[in-house]
């Protein structure tokens, strides 16, 4: 097979693997997933024309690309003579195709990296190998800012390797404008650029207008695409919040010596988590494979540069993880997993060709597992037993957010906060929590009071339902809800909850 059509093959299976579950959740005014950047938080940003001091704790790019895609959406609604309800389903799937659209120019930049070097078919296992990342499948299909923001990475490391070898203003220019790209669109993906810009400048050092391009065009484009320039108050307002409450708040680990060893310690997990072993030793083989090959694999090397930034100057700042902050790394790694898996079937030996196609095999096994947990979410079967066994009359109190629970069309419901008191007072006949979130309240608070007694039955109420799908998956979904060190922190820990009703007792 010739390398563009295995590069389609890999497209194509990615297409797949992260369009089931597109519509997990859906229709829903919030979705599942949670930091979707929703359909009312874009209208607020468009309605201020990202202007006069708005802000959020996300920088507008993104939000601006969805409100263009929202455009067409709202055309055909109103040629279809769509209800509101209809428009914003419409636009929360629109939302996420283009993530989706995203992750398909993430795979083809990463598959051009390899052609860069002069090897097409090392590019087309790089995109493989992230394509096949269960983090990635996640990501690809919900309407947040990692795959957009890591496609605009994937292309200023293309950029990169094309300004490191040739030195050319023009790759220059286009890897200071996809830079300030990415972080335009997510503000963590400054670390990646903290060594890597000093270190092409570096390169660049006897190019006096090449530095000058590097320069003045990365500062140019963040300036316009990050909103300093229309909206410098809504910026610092913006900058505020994400040094402050966005990022302190979440911290897991101590600033000393012992907290940031443990911090790589969880970081080197993760990683194994988002690439699976078998993946993470063929992208460490790679390294060492390039390292011997060292003027050869010069500037693949300068790739390492963003990924040791990143760890540096964003996770080792921030002292916390989730297996999403892992994907740059992972993306970078892939780059030389993809040259040792291309140097291995070039042995044309059967057996090193079956270990290949076994790591492969392992990873779209890890890969479709996402789909599955999407496929047989456990609110799935708790809507359809509460529209069998409950129906419209009986009252059905809603307890925690809504993204975190069943649907609840069809049934005479009401949200309810978690309190024993305003249990009493509204006295529903059906109470559904997400026992998942229940655990999470914090010892010695009212909300924790409040679950312990619905769920010992001092508040009236005896459990009707418990359920949690758990289909067998490769994934490791037990890690994924510890509350020791050996917890893997992920959002994929909001699929398939267990979801638990309560039925009034009849005295």
Request: glycine share 8%; net charge positive.
């Amino acid at each position: 097979m010739t390398p563009r059509r295995a590069l389609l093959a890999v497209l194509a299976l990615s297409l797949v693997l992260d369009a089931c579950g597109l519509r997990w959740g859906l229709p829903s005014e919030y979705g599942w997933a949670p930091d979707e950047l929703l359909p009312p938080e874009v209208d607020a940003a468009a309605a201020a024309r990202f202007a006069g001091g708005w802000h959020a704790k996300y920088p507008p790019l993104q939000f601006a690309m969805l409100a263009a895609a929202a455009a067409p959406v709202r055309l055909a609604g109103r040629a279809l003579g769509w209800d509101a309800a209809r428009v914003h389903d419409a636009r929360m799937t629109a939302g996420r195709a283009l993530s989706l659209a995203f992750a398909l120019g993430l795979l083809l930049a990463v598959s051009r990296c390899g052609r860069e070097m002069g090897d097409a078919p090392a590019g087309v296992f790089a995109a493989a190998l992230v394509a096949l990342s269960p983090t990635f499948v996640y990501y690809a299909k919900i309407a947040n800012l990692d795959v957009p923001y890591l496609s605009w990475f994937a292309l200023s490391l293309l950029f990169l390797l094309r300004a490191w070898r040739r030195h050319r203003l023009v790759d220059v220019a286009l890897f200071a404008v996809a830079a300030a790209t990415a972080v335009a669109t997510k503000d963590q993906a400054f670390a990646l650029y903290v060594l890597t810009v000093p270190a092409l400048a570096w390169e660049l050092r006897r190019r006096p207008l090449a530095l000058f391009v590097l320069g003045a065009t990365g500062l140019a484009a963040f300036l316009l695409l990050g909103g300093v320039v229309f909206n410098f108050a809504g910026w610092l307002a913006h900058l505020r919040v994400i040094v402050g409450p966005a990022s302190t708040a979440f911290r897991m680990f101590d600033q000393g010596l012992t907290g940031h060893l443990e911090l790589l310690w969880q970081t080197a997990r993760h990683l194994a988590f988002v690439m699976g072993w078998p993946s993470l030793l063929v992208g460490l083989a790679g390294v060492v494979l390039a390292l011997r090959e060292r003027p050869r694999s010069h500037a693949l090397l300068a790739t390492l540069v963003p990924a040791a930034s990143y760890v540096l100057f964003f996770l080792l700042v921030v002292l916390y993880v989730y297996d999403r902050f892992l994907l740059p790394v992972a993306i970078v790694l892939s780059l030389f997993g993809g040259l040792a898996l291309a140097r291995a079937v070039d042995l044309r030996s059967w057996p090193v060709r079956a270990v290949v196609a076994a790591v492969l095999a392992f990873a779209l096994a890890r890969a479709a597992s996402v789909d599955v947990l999407l496929a047989r979410d456990s609110r799935y079967a708790v809507e359809d037993w509460l529209r069998r066994e409950v129906g419209p009359g009986p009252e059905v109190a809603a307890v925690g957010p809504l993204e975190y629970l069943p649907r609840f069309d069809g049934l005479h419901w009401r949200r309810l906060g978690p309190s024993a008191a305003r249990l009493a007072q509204v006295h529903p006949d059906v109470v559904v929590v997400n026992a998942d979130y229940a655990r999470r309240a914090d010892p010695g608070t009212g909300e924790r009071a409040f679950y312990a007694a619905l769920e010992d039955g001092s508040l009236g109420y005896a459990v009707a339902l418990r359920h949690r799908t758990g289909p067998r998956t490769l994934l490791a979904t037990d890690a994924l809800r510890r509350e020791d060190a050996g917890r893997i922190w992920s959002n994929l820990d909001k699929v398939d909850p267990e979801i638990v009703v309560y039925r009034r007792r009849v005295p």
